[in-house]
């Protein structure tokens, strides 16, 4: 069964820059949809963004839109959230999900495979 790790999460200020890493296990990922959630406490995990197979094709959040930057490099298995002017409602665990393609993207039901998250905490 493939695998995702996140990492990079870690305490910053608001306004601060963070990039977010996403490790998958086996090539065949290279050939997924990839994708950025978050949950916050006491709140339902919601989308952040999302990247097509493609890499071509990319979908934020209204909350993130111009803030964050979805990116993947399937030569290293990975792909990336690039966070920028981060702000203390950004703070949350951050799950990274791969999807074979189809259904609602923007829905957690049509992703199979999902990491354990990375925390990131903004504060002052």
């Known amino acids: 069964q493939a695998q995702l790790a996140e990492s990079g999460g870690r305490l910053v200020q608001p306004g601060d820059s963070l990039r977010l890493s996403c490790a998958y296990s086996?090539?065949?990922?290279?050939?997924?949809?990839l994708a950025w959630f978050r949950q916050a406490p006491g709140k339902e995990r919601e989308f952040v963004a999302a990247?097509?197979?493609?890499?071509?094709?990319?979908f934020y959040a209204d909350s993130v839109r111009g803030r964050f930057f979805i990116t993947r490099d399937d030569t290293q298995n990975a792909a990336y959230l690039q966070m920028n002017s981060l702000k203390e409602e950004d703070t949350a665990n951050y799950y990274c999900?791969?999807?074979?393609?189809?259904?609602?993207?923007?829905?957690?039901?049509?992703?199979?495979?999902w990491g354990r998250g990375t925390q990131v905490t903004v504060s002052s």
């Open positions: 990247i097509a197979r493609t890499g071509r094709t990319k």
């Open positions: 086996e090539e065949s990922l290279r050939t997924y949809r």
């Open positions: 999900a791969a999807a074979v393609g189809g259904g609602d993207l923007y829905s957690e039901s049509a992703y199979v495979y």
